[in-house]
Every structure is written in structure tokens, then in C-alpha cells.
């Protein structure tokens, strides 16, 4: 997978996809900015970090994943493909459902996908050396650019969703203290379930990841 890399972007994702959709870029590719001044978060939040944080977008042929991932579980499985990288530094994090990096009870990033045709634009933020007011980063030291080449790395040989699943069950009872939200209303996770595909059921309402 190509890697570009650049002193400062607006936003990463906003980036990659008008690249995409202009033919100048095409995946898979990963563009990554060592700042970012107007990163896109979750339900349209921003995500605006300083130098030394993990700003990167990654575009993937929805037919070089797995087969058994539906387009829906996208979110939680490249995000848990990270959290398994950055665990294997001796990391602690966590992934709460759907695609939220925590290190104990504070947000330390996240991921946001984006489908153009039939290309999934991933974007993931990740603070490394610093983080805002509320939040955290990350408790080992790596640098944004050799983990961007250790995770692009992983794509060559990608799992099965029915094997990231596996352990991510297991760790989403981490996630039950928390909630979620659906159209724009908060959702408890205490009583959800966890269901094959990635989506809750949450008092007869099934739930999927639309980030």
C-alpha cells in the first residue's frame, strides 16, 4: 500500500476522497499529515489534533476485505486491527463499541469511514503525544509514521471478520457502562447484545455502527 505523507492537511479524510474522486489517487493508499486543522470526527464533530498524533486516511476496495465483514461492521473491524497493533507494543487500550480507542475511561481517538463507490475510506486519529482537555493518549511511546507503515503492513494479510469478532465480544462488555447514540438519541449499552454482524439489539431496536 502507498503512503503519502504531508506537513499539514485540513482534514485527511476530506482529502483522500477528493483525490479519489478526482482519479488522482486510488486504492489502496493511506494518506497520513503530520497536523490536521479540520479533521472530521464522529456525527460531525471535528477532530483537530496537534503535531505528534496519528491523523491518517486509507482507501480499500471493498473486495479486498474479507469476505464474511459486511459493509456495516466496517468501522469496529479496521478499528480493532489498530487497537490489536497498538496492544502488541503493550498498549492497554480498548476498543469501545463501535469504533471508539479508549485507555482506561478517557477517549484517545477513533475511526470514521466514509464509502465512495465501492472504495471504504477509513479515517483514524489516534492521540500519540498529546491530547485535548477530556481526553487521553496513549500510554506507550510510538511515533505516527512507523505505526502508519506497521498498520498498513497488515492489509497484505487481512483476518476474517468471524476471528476479529471473536475477541472483540469479549471486549465489549467494557463498553456496557457507556452509551451510543441513534438518531441522534443516547442509547445505554447495558442490556445490548452483541449480535454476529457487529450491530446491537438494544431493547427490541437493532443498532448499526453508521460511522
Known amino acids: 500500500m502507498d503512503i503519502h505523507w504531508f506537513e499539514s492537511l485540513d482534514s485527511t479524510q476530506t482529502f483522500l476522497i477528493n483525490e479519489l474522486k478526482g482519479g488522482r ?45 459486511k459493509l456495516e461492521s466496517t468501522s469496529i473491524y479496521v478499528a480493532f486491527l489498530m487497537k490489536e497493533l497498538l ?25 470514521i469511514t466514509n464509502l465512495i463507490g465501492e472504495t471504504v475510506v477509513c479515517g483514524i486519529g489516534i492521540n500519540l503525544g498529546s491530547a485535548p482537555e477530556n481526553f487521553s493518549k496513549i500510554d506507550i511511546e510510538i511515533g505516527s509514521v512507523e505505526l502508519t ?26 463498553s456496557r457502562v457507556y452509551f451510543t447514540h441513534n438518531n441522534n438519541e443516547k442509547v445505554a449499552l447495558e442490556r445490548a447484545v452483541l449480535l454476529e454482524d457487529g450491530s446491537l439489539m438494544c431493547d427490541s431496536q437493532r443498532i448499526f455502527s453508521l460511522r
Request: proline share 5%; charged share 25%; with cysteine.
Open 25 to 69: 489517487l486510488k486504492g489502496p493508499v493511506c494518506v497520513g499529515a503530520l497536523s490536521q486543522t479540520m479533521g472530521k470526527g464522529s456525527r460531525g464533530n471535528s477532530w483537530i489534533g496537534a503535531e505528534g498524533n496519528l491523523f491518517i486516511s486509507l482507501a480499500i476496495s471493498r473486495s479486498d476485505f474479507p469476505e464474511d465483514l
Open 87 to 111: 496492544a502488541s507494543y503493550g498498549s492497554k487500550v480498548w476498543l469501545k463499541w463501535p469504533n471508539d480507542f479508549y485507555l482506561e475511561e478517557k477517549k484517545i481517538g477513533g475511526v
Open 149 to 174: 507503515k506497521d498498520y498498513c503492513a497488515l492489509f497484505k494479510n487481512l483476518p476474517p471478520w468471524k476471528q476479529i469478532f471473536s475477541k472483540y465480544r469479549i471486549e465489549f462488555e467494557n
